[in-house]
């Protein structure tokens, strides 16, 4: 219990005080507070156990980096997992729960793990749970492993939306550099978007301070924003820039209270990083201790919230920078202690103890820092402070395709200038330090007259820190996921060198903090080990999201119904009246059954119906692509396996459209209205897809002159009479039918809209498609309706529909037909001996897979053996002699017509075998069954003429 | 999110668009001329270039197919074009 709250410092609310809970124990924050802030004030410790050993771990830093206070936060009951202490703000009423622990971080039951480091090295998962088999060992180790628990009750509503912009200049980072760059940009009227992680623009400003231009740094703040909004820009607080993509899109996550969380897709003329930079641990025995922190967040936390990390502070330092961190907890009441590795250094602050050339080697303490030990003395001490150096934010630059260099003097690695399309500018570059800040955020923009000046700037000499195998004990690179130095040492050993061999063998650097602490020290060590150069050890790769972003904000609204829309027909509410039960078909919303009750029972009963009076369905999906003009039987014959430019005007013909493979992609019936005029109609599911091929063929094919293409399945609904007392039912509705013969069809006036009565049959029974234009749907189903209780007709469902195609041996394309199905598979093998022109698919029907003995062919199967309808998808095996699949059951049905079962399937030579007995084999069992024609029901087709 | 420019529509996000072919490959005929080897050719076999290459992409919002030249590597367009014949 070191941290704690100072009476007066930060800018927290203490009028307004909010109550939490840690792993039980009830706490108390201010309003404005961060999750991270409020427990290190409160002088919690403990915040978690670490990944593999199940150490104890608190606080480390102060945003994106934190590795290591990562909680389930629990808000009005609901629990979102694995959130980062440091950038969620604190809530009255929230429930903190520690995770990778159990019972609670204090009392954690896999402690013991610790004493078996030695058993425990990199890779030995590898190693070790190699038998029986890591499935078996798997649950087990996901129990003890991994971080917060999944709440079934977390379904966040799909209301972020997702919001497209564009400006001339995207700034990211709000730190001295990207206000240096708003403020020159928006001087030259340009729209400015100053995006920023942190709920106030300022960075570093916000607990460094400074003066700038002769005033406090706020005031220096607020004039850019002015002018930034002023010249039609924006500023985004709580706005975390995660992605760059192709093409320069950006994508950002705005936080909002109260209101649903944003996701911005943002396209900018210009993009500027000035992202800031990270702070570097130390590497010394113990590292990970609770009470070591990083010296920057330890300022970050004061002068913010007034959270002070404790009480006796050794601050290990190899930078100037650490000085004014060290004089601000000095000045806030803490006995700060500072030890600089270099002989020389800047003054010591007011209050503070310097040591000079002095190296700390190592922490001790149970559950947290009890001393340091500093060049062999121990020293007591409830905090331990580190800072080695600073590494540049670069992972936007890196996203967006550019390379990095090692800069030997800023001891990091910084952009190469060129290699992507964004300007950097600031620590992001490399350039740390107030007024180098400001005048390269002010160049980036291409500011004119001075750049903005700070008063006094801080010196910023540092000298490069690295980790040391030489030193006893163990020392962490990666807290999260539990890397330590001699990790490092054992990848090299094994010959894991290069640094994403490393990377994935020692997983350092894979955990959510994407190892912005870690991803250095474990480069440098290796390079220290291997004896090469930081540049020849190499730089892992940068990839999206920048933090973790929840999913619920990338889905936005496209969930649920929303997802994959459905289509609707305009008559689904008078059908839902009519006791519809509905479901999806190809992406259409249509009823499957009529009624309550079991739906196969409904099924056959409107089946039955269908087939002795009369049923009507809603065929509105049924493709309606219109082809006009004198190209248009040319058009169609190429696209068209069957020909249809002999076709006469009032006339219908079905078909097959093949892909260029030969494989049957659609079929449907193609309706000659006029010379000029045709419409195919395509299987509902596959409109858009014939319709793309007949574009491409007329475009690059033909004249497009000479014909064009307009898909009008959506501005006509089709209802479906179907039955032997069909023309009765039409008839009593007074829908004047014109004579026609099967496969007719004439266009018509009925009570003055236009109207389309095609004779074309999907289930072998009298069938008329009567079509109106959309807006004229009620009252075609009106009258349709009213007339039926006098031919005893009913509506009918999909499902029943299915049924009776079935039975005729009618296919559905993609059901009873799979890649490999040719139209001659399908007992269409005239046309394919006796084309002479060019269509779509020909050559392929030729080739020596188009003319194999032994094709699959579509035939029907008869059950020998009682009732059951085979089950679809069950595979055809001979009933003698080694079982193998010669085919497989696509559709199965108990037909009411036939009253017995029926069944489609594609069949190796399955013409050849009509009459022979087959075996159906499914979940271990075969089942004896005959071959026979597809079309089990009025083979005659007696039946087409009512 | 790649932008290509559709000759007619102008510069739209890649999900309004389709490729449909490598530029440059005709279709041989009559088939009974054809070999199989060079019907298969046709089929399966793309250049699949590294660096500029020449496509047929459609833009599926205006219906239209037109010629782009990219580079596969970096991602940029160099250029878009309506098919030949067709004005813009």
């Known amino acids: 219990m070191s941290g704690w709250r100072h009476p007066t410092a930060g800018r927290v609310n203490r009028e307004r005080p909010a109550g939490f809970h840690f792993d039980g124990i009830a706490l108390t924050g201010f309003e404005g507070d961060t999750l991270a802030s409020a427990l290190l004030a409160s002088g919690t410790r403990v915040l978690g156990r670490s990944f593999k050993y199940h150490r104890p771990r608190g606080l480390w830093g102060m945003g994106g980096e934190e590795p290591n206070a990562i909680l389930d936060v629990t808000r009005d009951g609901v629990t979102m997992p694995n959130v980062r202490a440091t950038t969620e703000l604190l809530e009255d009423g929230m429930a903190l729960s520690s995770v990778n622990a159990a019972p609670d971080a204090a009392h954690d039951r896999y402690r013991l793990l610790d004493r078996l480091q030695r058993f425990l090295p990199a890779g030995f998962y590898y190693k070790t749970f190699m038998r029986p088999g890591w499935m078996t060992w798997e649950p087990m180790i996901r129990r003890m492993a991994g971080l917060g628990r999944i709440d079934p009750a977390n379904c966040p509503p799909a209301d972020c939306p997702r919001i497209n912009a564009q400006c001339d200049l995207l700034i990211i980072g709000a730190g001295p550099a990207g206000l240096a760059a708003a403020r020159a940009a928006a001087r030259k009227g340009r729209a400015v978007w100053l995006v920023d992680e942190a709920p106030e623009p300022g960075g570093s400003l916000r607990w460094r301070g400074g003066f700038i231009d002769g005033a406090d740094w706020r005031e220096f703040v607020d004039a850019v924003q002015a002018e930034v909004l002023a010249a039609g820009g924006r500023v985004l607080a709580r706005t975390t820039l995660w992605g760059a993509f192709d093409h320069g899109l950006f994508a950002a996550w705005e936080r909002r209270t109260g209101l649903p969380d944003v996701h911005w897709r943002i396209r900018a003329g210009e993009v500027i990083l000035a992202a800031g930079a990270i702070e570097r641990p130390l590497w010394f025995a113990n590292n990970d201790l609770p009470g070591v922190m990083s010296a920057e967040a330890a300022l970050h936390h004061l002068v913010l919230y007034g959270a002070v990390a404790g009480r006796r502070i050794v601050l290990a330092t190899g930078g100037d920078a650490s000085y004014p961190v060290a004089a601000a907890l000095a000045e806030a009441g803490a006995e700060v202690t500072l030890t600089d590795i270099r002989p020389e250094g800047p003054d010591a602050p007011e209050g503070v103890r310097v040591v000079r050339a002095a190296r700390l080697t190592a922490a001790r303490g149970g559950r947290e820092v009890r001393c340091a030990v500093i060049d062999g003395e121990a020293w007591e001490a409830d905090t331990v402070l580190t800072s080695g150096g600073y590494t540049p934010s670069v992972h936007l630059y890196c996203q967006a395709g550019g390379k990095l260099d090692w800069d030997d003097v800023r001891d990091a690695l910084v952009p190469r200038r060129g290699t992507a399309p964004i300007m950097v500018a600031g620590a992001a570059s490399g350039s740390f330090g107030l007024s180098a800040a400001l005048a390269e955020g002010h160049a980036a923009a291409g500011g004119e007259g001075p750049a903005p000046r700070p008063e006094g700037d801080a010196p910023w000499g540092v000298t490069p820190m690295r980790p040391d195998p030489a030193l006893p004990g163990r020392q962490w690179i990666d807290l999260q996921n539990d890397v330590t130095l001699k990790d490092v040492g054992l990848a090299a050993r094994e010959g894991f060198t290069s640094v994403e061999h490393l990377k994935r063998y020692t997983t350092l650097g894979m955990a959510t903090d994407q190892g912005r602490t870690s991803n250095f020290a474990g480069l440098a060590a290796m390079a220290a080990l291997t004896a090469r150069s930081i540049p020849e050890t190499g730089t892992t790769t940068y990839r999206p999201p920048f933090t973790p972003v929840p999913l619920a904000v990338i889905a936005g609204r496209r969930r649920g119904a929303l997802f994959n829309p459905l289509k609707r027909l305009p008559l689904e509410p008078e059908h839902r009246a009519a006791g519809a039960r509905f479901r999806e078909y190809g992406g259409w919303l249509r009823p499957a059954v009529y009624g309550t009750g079991d739906e196969s029972t409904l099924a056959v009963d409107e089946a039955r119906t269908a087939r002795q009076s009369v049923g009507i369905f809603d065929a509105s999906p049924l493709g309606k692509i219109e082809v006009i003009g004198p190209g248009a039987p040319e058009l169609l014959d190429f696209a068209n396996y069957v020909r249809m430019s002999t076709l006469r005007p009032g006339r219908a013909r079905y078909g097959f459209m093949l892909a260029e493979s030969g494989v049957v992609y659609d079929d449907g019936v193609v309706l000659r209205l006029a010379e000029d005029r045709f419409i195919v109609s395509a299987s509902s599911s596959h409109v858009a897809g014939v319709l793309l091929r007949l574009e491409d063929a007329r475009q690059d094919r033909f004249d497009p002159s000479r014909v064009v293409l307009h898909d009008v399945t959506a501005h006509w609904v089709t209802l479906t009479v179907t039955g032997p007392r069909a023309r009765d039912l039409l008839d009593e509705a007074e829908i004047a039918v014109p004579e026609m013969p099967h496969m007719g069809v004439a266009e018509t006036t009925e009570a003055g809209h236009p109207m389309r009565i095609a004779r074309v049959s999907f289930t072998g029974d009298l069938s008329y498609e009567v079509s109106v234009p959309a807006r004229h749907s009620d009252d075609l189903r009106n009258r349709l309706d009213r007339a039926r209780g006098a031919v005893g007709g009913r509506w009918i469902g999909l499902e029943a529909v299915m049924i009776l195609r079935a039975e005729k041996g009618y296919i559905l394309v993609g059901k009873d037909t799979d890649g490999l199905t040719m139209p001659h598979d399908l007992g269409w093998g005239a046309q394919r001996e006796r084309r002479r022109d060019e269509y779509l698919g020909k050559r392929s029907l030729f080739t020596p897979e188009g003319c194999r003995e032994g094709r699959r062919q579509l035939v029907g199967i008869a059950v020998s053996d009682g009732d059951a309808p085979l089950a679809a998808g069950a595979h055809l095996v001979p009933l003698d002699g080694p079982r193998r699949s010669l085919g497989f059951v696509t559709s199965s049905y108990r037909s009411p017509g036939l009253d017995r079962p029926i069944a489609l399937a594609l069949l190796e030579d399955g013409r050849a075998r009509i009459g022979d007995r087959i075996g159906c084999f499914h979940m271990g069992e075969v089942r004896a069954a005959v071959v026979a024609p597809a079309c089990a029901f009025d083979p005659e087709g007696h039946r087409l003429d009512g | ?88």
């Open chain 2, 1 to 88: 999110m790649q932008r290509f420019q559709c000759p007619f529509c102008g510069l739209r996000d890649e999900t309004e668009f389709h490729f449909a072919t490598e530029a440059g490959k005709s279709r041989p005929e009559p088939a009974e001329e054809v070999t199989d080897a060079e019907w298969a050719a046709y089929l399966h076999l793309n250049d699949a270039l590294k660096g500029q290459a020449r496509e047929v992409w459609v833009h599926l919002t205006c219906g239209e197919y037109f010629l782009m030249t990219r580079d596969t590597l970096t991602r940029e367009v160099s250029g878009s074009e309506a098919l030949p014949g067709r004005a813009s």
